[in-house]
């Protein structure tokens, strides 16, 4: 592919870098972490609001700690265990993309659903 400068004169544009997978896994699962960390705030204080138990937050910090870091880690080492040739390798696409759609359900469904479980036992006990 070809770029003209001001001058006229036709310049080459750089190939287009190939993704890295592991630094992509990487960069997901960070934001997958912050974005589980904000709605796990979020909807523990507005379960808290609401009424509910003093335990609820602790509860949901043992969850957070206990399954989602460990997960989020699993993630992450599969992906960081690629040789270099198939860290850029684009027949990893799909692979890929299973993974950090898998992830970011994660992220985004387990809070809402770790605060309706952790309310609904402390409703009936």
Known sequence: ?????KSGKS????????RDWRK????HVAYG??????????VTVKALS?????????LALIVLVAAIIPVCRWFE????????????????????????MALWALAIGLPFGITLILKALLNIF
């Open 50 to 58: 609401e009424g509910s138990s003093g335990m609820l937050p602790f």
């Open 24 to 27: 992509a896994m990487s960069d």
């Open 77 to 100: 080492k599969r992906w960081a265990g690629l040789s270099d040739a198939e860290a850029f390798d684009p027949g990893f696409a799909s692979a890929f993309r299973r993974d950090v």
């Open 33 to 42: 972490l912050l974005a589980y960390t904000g709605l796990q705030i979020f």
């Open 11 to 18: 310049q080459a544009l750089p190939e287009s870098t190939a």
């Open 1 to 5: 592919m070809m770029r003209t400068d």
